[in-house]
């Protein structure tokens, strides 16, 4: 009998262990930045806000010069890696700036950035080899969220907009 109850005990406390560890996982943010995750990063709003947004991605655009403060980590051939990152809330706006790190898994690109008014994680899926659709959000006011669309340019720069202005990345990759 006793070792019926000894294996019952041990079941049991596997169970619990194997609940615990479960409960931990689901707990554990998708983006790589260990910051909660953006809501509904593919929800319907993103896709229409994408259908409308048109970046030409060209030598005339806002973000075609190069403005990077200094050479960043970041390999060719990847987004991965550190940038400078600014936004603007429209037309002749003042730009604000901060950094970026962005980090992309499989489909998903996550870009948190960072400046003097707050901290924002963008959740975006690659759609084709340039374009990015997604959503960002303040990280510490979940209110603060909207659709945002980028194009990677090139390895150095990604144009985005979020609805009321640029959103924009640009980097120069240290030799």
Do not use: H
Request: aromatic share 12%; proline share 3%.
């Amino acid at each position: 009998m006793n070792r019926c109850w000894t294996f019952a005990a041990v079941f049991v406390f596997a169970l619990i262990v194997a609940s615990f560890t479960l409960a931990q996982q689901t707990d554990k943010p998708r983006n790589p930045f260990d910051v909660k995750d953006v809501a509904d990063p593919d929800g319907a709003d993103v896709k229409a806000f994408a259908e409308n947004v048109k970046l030409a991605a060209d030598g005339q655009d806002a973000n075609a010069a190069q403005w990077s403060e200094k050479p960043t980590e970041g390999k060719t051939a990847s987004l991965d890696g550190e940038w400078f990152s600014r936004w603007n809330s429209g037309e002749g706006s003042e730009w604000m700036s901060g950094t970026a790190k962005v980090r992309a898994i499989g489909d998903r690109v996550y870009i948190f950035y960072e400046d003097k008014s707050g901290k924002y994680l963008i959740d975006a899926r690659r759609e084709g080899r340039r374009k990015l659709v997604g959503r960002y959000v303040n990280v510490d006011a979940e209110g603060d969220t909207a659709p945002w669309v980028g194009v990677a340019v090139d390895d150095e720069r990604i144009d985005g907009d979020w609805g009321s202005g640029r959103w924009d990345m640009r980097r120069k990759i240290a030799d």
